[in-house]
């Protein structure tokens, strides 16, 4: 089933592996500069393509902190 029938090519695993480098460097982005004005350290780990309904993606995030 593709991720958006309008833009049949994010529906493949190509898209989804490119929407996952995107988030990837724009996580990474954001986390450095905080850990810049934060004076610290932070360690990333990949992130996963996950494709729900928003509580359903957040709630597990959530139970971790």
Same mark, same amino acid.
């Given at each position: 089933v593709p991720l958006t029938p309008? +833009?049949?090519f994010l529906g493949?695993?190509?898209g989804r592996e490119a929407i996952a480098e *995107?988030?990837? #460097? #724009?996580?990474s982005g954001v986390v450095d500069t905080w850990a810049d004005d934060l004076g610290t350290a932070i360690d *990333?780990?990949?992130p996963q393509v996950v494709h729900d309904i928003g509580a359903a +993606?957040?709630?597990? #995030? *959530? #139970?971790r902190l």
């Open positions: 309008d +833009v049949p493949t695993i190509e *995107l988030g990837n #460097v #724009v996580a *990333l780990s990949p +993606v957040v709630d597990p #995030v *959530l #139970v």
